[in-house]
């Protein structure tokens, strides 16, 4: 194993493009998502993590619990931003994980995400924005099955017209 004052860290990156303007039920839930270093696409192929002695252009279990709070959190904020009469038109997020190894039982003690959220059209203030990701958080299957510390801190732009 590593060097056990270093935590291991995983990232996912995701990215969505659409619009919840005509409401709850009629936006894509489709989505696209990396965990670099991974490389490899179709068919889903794993390994366990460099640090385990796995492939580094592979994905790992750490980097999918990373990817699917990420990929929760995203499609829990669509629904509440549809809901609330919000155009989303993209969400991008910059997920990251970490696993200390000096904090045992080894597990993924923190979950940050950083989504970058484009609003179209009148769009409440960030402060509103920000309550409807906490609703979002709230709402996440992912995040109310971990015991991971889950941060969310988001960044929130008008789309140019």
């Known amino acids: 194993m590593s060097d056990e004052t270093q935590p ?10 659409g619009s919840t303007a ?14 670099p270093p991974a490389t490899r696409d179709q068919p889903l192929a794993l390994s366990a993590d460099p640090a385990f002695k796995g492939d580094p252009t ?5 980097q999918l619990l990373v990817l699917a709070a990420s990929s929760c959190q995203l499609l829990s904020f669509l629904a509440v ?3 609330a009469r ?6 991008e997020d910059d997920a990251h994980g970490e696993m200390p190894e000096d904090d045992r039982p080894l597990r993924i003690t923190r979950i940050t995400l950083r989504p970058t959220i484009i609003i179209a059209g009148d769009a409440p203030d960030d402060e509103r924005l920000r309550q409807l990701t906490d609703t979002a958080h709230r709402h996440c299957f992912i995040a109310n099955s971990l015991a991971s510390e889950i941060r969310i801190e988001p960044t929130f732009r008008r789309a140019a017209t």
């Open 8 to 17: 291991h860290r995983y990232a996912a990156q995701l990215s969505w493009r």
């Open 22 to 35: 005509e409401g709850y039920a009629n936006y894509t839930r489709a989505h696209e998502a990396t965990c």
């Open 58 to 62: 592979t994905l790992n279990p750490e």
């Open 81 to 83: 931003a549809a809901r």
């Open 86 to 91: 919000i155009d989303v038109v993209a969400y």
